[in-house]
C-alpha cells in the first residue's frame, strides 16, 4: 500500500501553514476593526465585527478571502520592512 504523496514544500508561500482564524486574528491585532473595515469594506468587519462571523464569510467567498490574504500578506511585509536596520 503507498503513501499518500506528501504536500510539497513552499518556503517561500508565506500563506503556507497559516489558517484563515490566524489571519484574520493578526490583521485584527494589527489594524483594529476600523481600520480593517475601511481598507476591506464587507459587512463582517464594518457590523458587529467578530472573528466568528468574518470566517464563516470568508470561507464561502473567495474574492473577498483574496483580499484579505492580500491585505495579510502587506502587513508581513510592512512589518518586515520596519525590523530591517536602515542602509
Not at 504536500?7 to 489594524?31: C, D, K, S, Y
Amino acid at each position: 500500500m503507498k503513501d499518500a504523496p506528501s504536500q510539497p514544500a513552499q518556503p517561500r508561500n508565506a500563506l503556507h501553514g497559516v489558517t484563515l482564524e490566524a489571519i484574520v486574528r493578526a490583521l485584527e491585532a494589527h489594524f483594529g476593526w476600523p481600520e480593517l473595515a475601511q481598507r476591506i469594506p464587507v459587512r463582517c468587519f464594518t457590523h458587529d465585527p467578530s472573528v466568528g462571523s468574518s470566517l464563516k464569510f470568508l470561507r464561502r467567498t473567495p474574492w473577498a478571502r483574496e483580499k484579505v490574504e492580500s491585505l495579510y500578506l502587506f502587513m508581513l511585509r510592512e512589518q518586515g520592512r520596519m525590523q530591517r536596520p536602515p542602509g
